[in-house]
């Protein structure tokens, strides 16, 4: 088993750290692997969408044939996690800076995003975050975060700051505004890999 964690920009390391540490305290024996390019997305049983720059990351998925990779794995049940930029990635709708720069969204999950909805690079901060998935409170790490601002009925919330969706789950899809890799927390990777090993 392959679990693919888009490496075209952002925190890439650190999700491949963080799935490898959680794979390990479970003894799951799974390969981790860093995506750059076309023909690797079908043999993954499970994909990462860090954060980054959603334009770049959206520009050069196309380009390089991942993002109707993605589209496929999704349709198939393959689990996904996106991360900040990779929130609005899997997005189906965007805010009006989205739609000027022309952004093509996945539009793997029926929700609508503000790109810039808690601010620029100067406003991250972390926030102590009820995740409907977790027993006691997650540290979330912002950093110019987007937030969903509305969504489908099959979209289920797990979590707002404020009046913003910052997690949420669809199936096999779960997308976070906030930076779970770059906490020592591996609670959201580890139901993650519930999802893609079948236990969750
Ligand atoms: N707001 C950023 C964007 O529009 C995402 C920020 C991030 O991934 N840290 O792409």
Known sequence: MKIGVIAIQGAVSEHIDALRKALKERGIDAEVVAVKHKSVIPECGGIVIPGGESTTLCR??????????????????????????????????????????????????????????????????????????????????????????????????????????IAAEQGNVLALAFHPELTEDLRIHQYFLDKIFKNA
């Open 60 to 165: 050069l998925l196309a380009r390089e044939g991942i993002a109707e990779e993605i589209k496929d794995a999704a349709a198939r049940g393959v689990p996904i996690l996106g991360t900040c930029a990779g929130l609005i990635v899997l997005s189906k709708e965007g805010d009006e800076q989205v739609e000027k720069t022309s952004q093509e969204l996945l539009g793997i999950m029926d929700t609508k995003v503000n790109r810039n909805a808690f601010g620029r690079q100067r406003d991250s901060f972390e926030a102590e975050l009820d995740v409907e998935i977790l027993e006691s409170p997650f540290t979330g790490v912002f950093i110019r975060a987007p937030g969903i601002v509305s969504c489908g009925p099959e979209v289920r919330v797990l979590s707002r700051l404020d009046d913003l969706i």
